[in-house]
């Protein structure tokens, strides 16, 4: 589970993997890190966007991971942490956390479609970054501000993802049902400070270790045409 505050995220960082131990979480094997993806095909409708800048908004789970694996996809240009929906009042983490703003903690990325396209970031989400299956919850997390969800900002990227999620529902590459919503875009807003570049600013944290250095992980060794070594910003 996440700290409620930058105090407690700072107490769980840690620096050697008697630590790890301590706290009942242990290094994430290779087959478990293999065992958390799933290979699905490319989007079968991509069109391509010969703009030099567009923004998708993307939901997935805890921010931590969602942000720290898109900062590593050739062609992304800024990532930033935030809560996607809800209101501007409520747009903090303490009232988030509590489940009923009706916000998702999610993230806004801004990349080249000449270098990758819509339909490259929804098969990184679909493969590595999310389990579309969980209902209002991702992995430890659970509440309907983790839920799995999509906000197209524009009516091309609204087509992409209802097809993209009707390929992969037809051709059964998953267990269960895919519940990810494609949700209309009510506002994102930047969450604190502390949220933003976690897993770089913090790669021995608990939390990032456990659950979101295999997505990392993943990317590299399923997407390597896609992954980069330098974050963005």
């Known amino acids: 589970m996440k700290p409620t505050s ?10 050697a993997a008697g630590g790890l131990a301590a706290l009942g979480i242990g290094a994430t094997n290779k087959a ?19 703009r030099s800048s567009a923004t998708a908004i993307l939901a997935g789970g805890c921010f931590w991971g969602v942000e720290g694996v898109f900062s590593h996809v050739k ?19 303490d009232a988030v956390s509590g489940g ?4 998702a903690e999610a993230v806004r990325i801004v990349y080249d479609p000449r270098v ?21 919850r991702q992995g430890p997390d659970r509440g309907t501000q ?10 091309a990227q609204a087509k992409v ?16 049902p895919i519940v990810t919503r494609i949700e209309s875009n009510k506002g994102f807003y930047r969450a604190e400070a502390y949220h933003q570049d976690f897993m770089a600013a913090n790669p021995r944290h608990g939390y990032i270790v456990r659950w979101d250095a295999p997505k990392l992980a993943n990317l590299k060794s399923m997407f390597p045409a896609l992954y980069t070594a330098k974050t963005a910003p």
């Open 6 to 15: 930058a105090i407690w995220a700072t107490a769980l960082l840690v620096t």
């Open 32 to 50: 478990e890190a293999a065992e958390q993806a799933v290979r699905i095909p490319a989007a079968a409708y991509d069109p391509a966007d010969t």
């Open 75 to 93: 062609g992304v240009t800024s990532v930033v942490s935030g809560y996607a929906g809800g209101s501007k009042a409520t747009a903090n983490y």
């Open 100 to 103: 009923d703003t009706g916000a």
């Open 116 to 136: 990758v396209s819509y339909g490259d970031l929804l098969r990184v989400y679909f493969s590595v970054v999310t389990d579309p299956t969980q209902l209002n």
């Open 146 to 155: 983790y839920r799995s969800a999509i906000v197209p900002t524009n009516a």
């Open 161 to 176: 993802a209802q097809r993209y999620i009707a390929q992969l529902g037809k051709g059964g590459y998953y267990p269960r």
